[in-house]
C-alpha cells in the first residue's frame, strides 16, 4: 500500500468498506474504478479496460464511465443484481491541500433504486428484511424506498416466511450476518435477489412515527434492520418512509407459493411474464399506483365479509354508471405516480417538470371527488370526501413554477414572475436590457441605412454589430470596434452595448442562480406535503383499482357474488376468466359447480385434455375474485368465504418447470393436508402421476380418504385412475363428476362440459391422435390397448367391469394391501435375459436422489441399450 500514489490509497480505504460493491470513484468528469472492479465492470458494462501507474510497479487496472452517463451503467450494474456504491469529491478541487477528500454519498442496491428502468411502473420495488428468533418464528419487514410504503408481519415458520417473502417479491433480502448457514443458503436458492447483511437493529428515531404501529419488539427490530440499512446506504434523507404498517398473515386467504404459481395469479408459469395471468385480465387501471395496489390485492385477498362488501359496494355503484366511470377514467390517465414522486421529493431528485405534473395530477382531484359524490352520496364517507385535493399545495406550484419549464435545473425558466420580487427585478433589468438591444438594431440601422445589419449574441464575444462587407465602408468611423471577421461579415462592438451586455448578462447569471435557489425552497416545501400525498396516492389507487373491477366486470359480463357461512358453493355457469379471454374464435363452454355436504369432495375424470384443470382451476379464481371485491365470471355465484387455497399439480405435469420431483408433491400435498382447515380450498390435479401406477393410484385413494375423514374441506380432484370412482360409493361427501368427450368417426371431440358421474372411458390415444403422431404409431398403440384390456379381463377375477377398483376398506392403513392386489393381477409376460437385466436395472434406480438431467440421461442409455 505504502507504494501507491495518494489517490489510491485513498480509494482503498473508501473500497475497504464496499467491498461487495462496485466503487464508482469521482475523478473530475469521470467516475472511475481500479482493481478487480475495473476487470469486472469492463466485463458487465462492454467498455474499455485501461491501466494506470499507481506508484507500484505494476500497472493497475482500470476503466471509467463519464459523469453524464453513469446512471445508465448504474443501472446496468444493479439490474444484474450489484450494489454501486457512489464516492464523489465533497470538497472543491481548487481549494483542496493535496488529494481532494471524498466520501461515498450513496450506496445503490438492487432494493433500494430510486428511478430508471429498474423501477417498473406498475410493480413495487421492495426490500425485506428477515429476523429469526429462538422459538421459531421469523419477522419481516419490508419497504419500498420508491413509494415510501413499509409493511412488517411475523410468521410461525421459515417455510411460512418463504412463502411470504414470495407473495412480497423482494429485490434484495437483509438479514443478520448471524442468520442460520442453511437458512442463508435457502434464501440464495429460492430467491436469485441480493442477498445483503445489517447487524444493527436498533430503533432509529430518525423517522417520526416509524415504528408506532408496532407492538411486538420482534417487528421493531426487524424494521430496526431494515431502517439501519436504509440509512447506511442512502445517507439522506427518508422522510418520505411511512410508519411501518403491521399485518397478519391470518387476516387474508392464504396460498402458499405453489398455489399462487399453479394459479398463475400474477405470472404465468411457463412465461414467468404477467401476461396471461389474473393480473393481466384484471388490469384495468389506470394509474401506475393503481397497477401496484391491484397486485397487492391479487396477492392477498380479504377474508374479512364486510371489507369485501365495501369493495364490492363501490364496483357495483361504479359498474351502474357507465359515463360517470369513464369520466372517472379519464381523470385518473391524468393523475401521476404521486407515491413515487414523493419519493423523489423526499430523495431531491425532483425537477421542475415534476412538480408541473404533480400539480396537474392534484387538479384532477376535485373532479374525481365530484364524480364520485354524484354517483352516489354515501360513498362519500369513505373515499370522496378523504380525497384530499391539496389545495395550498396546487397553489403554491401555480404560483411559482411555469408551466412548461426545462428540464434543467441550470437554464432558468422555472419560476414565475410575481413569485419572488429579486426575480422580478433581475428579470426587468434582463428584459429592459433586451428591448434596448432591440431598439438599438432599429436605431442603427436608420443611422448607417445599413438594411441588412443586425445584433447578434454568441458565448464567446457576447453583443455584437454585424455588418455585411459591402456594407463596412458606411460605417462611421471611430465609433465602432471591430471584434471579429467572418467570410462575408465583420463584427463590431461599442462601448454602450458591452455597457449594456453585462448588465443583461449580470442580472440573467443572477437570476438563474436564484431561480435555482428558490426552487430547492419549494421542494422543501413540497416535502411538507409527502404524508398527504402518500394518503391521497393510497385513497386513488384503491379509486383506480375498483373502477378496474367495474370495468372488467362490465365488459366480460362478471355477476356479483354472494357469500354464505353455510359452507355452501354454488356457481352457476363458471368460466374460467383467463381461458376465456385467450379464446378467440371458439366458446368457452361455461361449468356450474355445486359442492354441499354431500359434495364436499368432487372427484373429475375425463380424457385428457378435456378441461379438468381449467374447471378446478374456474372455481378457484372464481372464489379469490370474489375475495378481493371483484364480479366472478358466471351466472350467479354464492360462495363460502376460504381461509386458504392449496393446489397441486401432479409431477408430470409439471416437469416442464424443471423443478418438480415427485418428492416435491408429496411434500406440498403434505402441506396442504397439515394446514388445511374445514374452510379450505384444495385443488389436487392429477396427484400421484408422477410415480408408477398402482403407488400413485393408492396414494390418491388414500390422500382423498384422508381429506374426506380428517379435514372436510371442499376439494376438487381430478384423476385419470377411473378406478377411483368407486370411492363416491363408499365416502358420503364425495360426488364423481366428468367432464364430457364425445367418439365421432373414431375421434375425440371435446365438449369440455362437466357432468355428473364418472367418465367410462379413457381418450389418451385419440388426444395423441389429434397431436398428428404418426399414423402407424397410432395403430399399434390401439392394438396394445385392446391386447392390456384382454389381458386385464383374463386376470380381472373381482370385477366385471374393465376399470380396477383398488379396494376401499375402512382403515387408511390399507396401503400395506396392495403388495397381494398387484400380486395377483401381475400377468405372466415372458421375458429375454436382455429385458430382464433392462427390468432389473429400472428397478434398481433411486429416482430421488436424480436430478431431472440425470434421469434423462439415464433413460437415453437405457433406451439405446434395449433398441
Ligand atoms: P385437462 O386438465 O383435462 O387435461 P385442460 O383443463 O388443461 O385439460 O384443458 C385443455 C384445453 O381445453 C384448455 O387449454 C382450453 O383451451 C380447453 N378448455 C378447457 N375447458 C374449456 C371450456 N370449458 N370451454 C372451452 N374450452 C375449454
Known sequence: MANYTPMIQQYLQVKADYQDAFLFFRLGDFYEMFFDDAIKASQELEITLTSRNGGDEDRIPMCGVPYHSAPNYIEQLVQKGFKVAICEQTEDPKLAKGVVKREVVQLITPGTVMEGKSLVEKENNYITSLSEFSDGTFALAYADLSTGESKATIVNSFDEALSEIN????????????????????????????????????????????????????????????????????KRSLDHLQPVEWYNVMNYLKMDHYSKRNLELTETIRSKGKKGSLLWLLDETMTAMGGRRLKQWIDRPLINLSDIENRQEVVQLLLERFFEREEIREKLKEVYDLERLAGRVAFGNVGPRDLVQLKRSLTQIPYLQHILLSIDNNLSHNLANQLDPCEDLTDLLDQSIVEDPPLSLKEGNIICDGYNEELDQYRHASRNGKTWIAELQASERERTRIKSLKIGYNRVFGYYIEVTK?????LEEGRYDRKQTLSNAERFITPELKEKESLILEAEEKSVELEYRLFQLIREQVKEFIPRLQKLAKLVSEVDVLQGFATISEKRQYVKPQFNQERHLVIEDGRHPVVEKVMNAQEYVPNSCHMNGESELLLITGPNMSGKSTYMRQVALTSILAQIGCYVPATSANLPIFDQIFTRIGAADDLISGQSTFMVEMLEARNAITYATENSLILFDEIGRGTSTYDGMALAQAIIEYIHENIGCKTLFSTHYHELTVLEEKLSMLQNVHVSAMEHNGKVVFLHKIKEGPADKSYGIHVAELANLPESLIKRAKELLEDLEHQSEATNTTTKNNSQPLKVNDSLTQLSLFGTDIEKEKPVIKRSKKEESLLLEIQELNLLEMTPLEAMNTLYQLQKKFR
Do not use: W
Not at 470 to 474: G, I, S, T, Y
Open 167 to 234: 407473495t412480497i417479491g423482494t429485490k434484495e433480502i437483509i438479514c443478520d450476518p448471524d442468520l442460520n448457514e442453511h437458512l442463508q443458503q435457502t434464501l440464495k436458492e429460492r430467491f436469485s435477489v441480493t442477498i445483503s447483511f445489517e447487524k444493527r437493529t436498533e430503533r432509529l428515531e430518525s423517522i417520526e412515527g416509524f415504528f408506532n404501529q408496532l407492538k411486538s419488539e420482534k417487528a421493531v427490530q426487524t424494521a430496526g434492520r431494515l431502517l439501519n440499512y436504509l440509512s447506511i446506504t442512502q
Open 470 to 474: 459591402a456594407n463596412v465602408h458606411l
